[in-house]
């Protein structure tokens, strides 16, 4: 076909330049058909002897063959040719394109790595083997499947991904890197490994390294929230309004519909989906918790507007961007008022999981319970089990027995009526003490706080004005902040800093 675009060219040109190009024109027509026939019948006979059947047999055998081997030609020899999605399609702009970049950083993986990576290769191809089969799905139809399969093949080896995700985590950012050229989808690459990688935080198997853990993905969260703050940027629709600004830091749920006016993400974004339906959830039946709970939901609902404040007043953000602070203000806000003391009470467990269901995204549900499960140390690995009930003849979620972790080695901290506990999820008023508690490095002794410490707190939170408008919480920064400590923001001694998510 390629020999016969190039003679039709070259006769086109040659008719141009006749001196007569009407003569010129007509020779040519003559001369195309006569070369069309030949070509049409040189095809056919090409058919007649190779045999259809066998070409299509052996392509297909080819294709099988290199899913099997974790081939990066899959994607573009055998899907693409099947679905011709185009550069940005899934076999093209993101099966080949970062299964290459493996390949490019394969020796920056230490050998648990690179054996993960030979896995994963290997299980994404196998995953779309069905897809490649059919003919029935569009390109969009590909790409979601396809990047559904990412996680379970993450996974599959079980700790190993744990284990690779903080020793190789500089090797994984440089794989998924995120570009322009792909738009805002090409987020969901390293979005999908933070998400993973969260999961890693619940596995005990990792529990000498779990601090390690903490770092990369809080690294992750980082490296997502910078790139999503440099790509697809959009200028706001909407002026500042002061009435806005007042309702976030009220803790209104009405600031959401400000925050969407002003930068319109639809009905998928942050604000639509997940902020505005949980906060007026939790306010209408605020009533299902008692008093302790009751107070959370307000210093919950106040936290989240408050660190989305900045957002809104941004001149210039994706709502990729916003998605993605959305849920990091979040995972700050629920550890920051307390959430693991919150679902110690089973009525406020009850309310909390009740009034949660209505956030339609997986991903809230699947970070919330990744901050839960680690409030305490649960048997069996996981904060629920499922046990068999004669009665009514199901599986029941019954919640898993604590496993007491208090050891000698806390006597320092226990002494002076101290608490050991993770750190990273458990903030402490009077702040923590670190080499006076046993276990991994994200057990520290949290400092008692009698009344006088709670008046003294109560006392300089008045000058937290500075804090609230930036969107930060403040605390002693003892305290693990899941962004950065700033200055002068805070009232109280110099050790009271403002925590503000990123």
Not at 7 to 25: F, H, I, M, N, Q
Request: aromatic share 10%; proline share 3%; charged share 25%.
């Amino acid at each position: 076909m390629l020999a016969l675009r190039q003679v039709c060219c070259t006769e086109y040109v040659r008719a141009l330049r006749s001196p007569d190009k009407e003569v010129g024109l007509e020779k040519t027509r003559h001369r195309l058909m006569a070369s069309k026939m030949l070509f049409d019948t040189g095809s056919v006979l090409l058919l007649l002897a190779l045999g259809s059947s066998t070409v299509e047999s052996l392509s297909e055998q080819t294709c099988l063959q290199y899913a099997e081997d974790g081939n990066c030609d899959f994607y573009t020899e055998c899907l693409e040719d099947k679905y011709t999605c185009g550069a940005k399609g899934y076999p093209v702009g993101y099966g080949h394109r970062y299964c290459t970049k493996f390949s490019t950083y394969y020796n920056d993986f230490n050998d648990e790595g690179k054996a993960w990576i030979d896995d994963v290769r290997k299980c994404l191809m196998k995953a779309l083997v069905p897809i490649y089969k059919s003919n029935s799905y569009s390109c969009d139809e590909v790409k979601t499947l396809a990047f559904t399969s990412h996680p379970t093949c993450y996974t599959e080896s079980g700790d190993r991904f744990c284990n690779v995700f903080w020793t190789n985590k500089q090797a994984l950012w440089d794989v998924f890197e995120a570009d322009d050229f792909l738009g805002e989808d090409s987020a969901l690459a390293i979005e999908q490994i933070l998400m993973t990688g969260l999961q890693c935080l619940c596995d005990y198997g990792v529990a000498d390294e779990i601090h390690q853990v903490v770092d990369a993905t809080s690294d992750a969260w980082t490296k997502v929230l910078d790139f999503t703050t440099q790509l697809w940027r959009e200028d706001p629709k909407e002026a500042i309004q002061s009435d806005c600004e007042a309702k976030a830091l009220q803790g209104d749920c009405d600031f959401y519909n400000c925050l969407e006016r002003r930068h319109p993400c639809g009905l998928k974004g942050f604000a639509s989906r997940e902020g505005r339906p949980l906060c007026e959830r939790l306010k209408k039946k605020k009533g299902l918790f008692n008093v302790q709970g009751q107070s959370w939901v307000t210093d919950y609902t106040k936290c989240l507007t408050r660190s989305l404040l900045p957002k809104y007043r941004d001149e210039s953000i994706s709502c990729r961007h916003i998605h993605n602070f959305g849920y990091r203000a979040q995972d700050s806000c629920f550890i920051d008022t307390g959430v693991c003391d919150l679902v110690e009470d089973d009525q406020n467990e009850f309310a909390l999981w009740y009034i949660s269901d209505v956030v339609e995204d997986s991903r809230f549900q699947l970070e919330l319970s990744t901050i839960l499960c680690r409030c305490n140390k649960y048997e069996g690995g996981s904060r629920y089990k499922l046990k068999y009930s004669s009665e009514h003849g199901i599986h029941l979620k019954q919640k898993a027995p604590v496993v007491d972790q208090t050891s000698p080695a806390d006597l320092p901290c226990t002494s002076q009526g101290g608490k050991c506990q993770d750190y990273s999820v458990r903030t402490c008023l009077a702040g923590y003490e670190t080499s006076k508690c046993g276990g991994n490095a994200l057990r520290r002794c949290c400092l008692q706080c009698d009344s006088s410490c709670q008046s003294d707190h109560q006392t300089w939170s008045a000058g937290d004005s500075g804090c609230s408008n930036a969107g930060g919480q403040c605390k002693m920064d003892s305290n693990y902040c899941h962004g950065q400590y700033q200055t002068g923001l805070c009232g109280g001694p110099t050790g009271r800093k403002c925590c503000v998510p990123g």
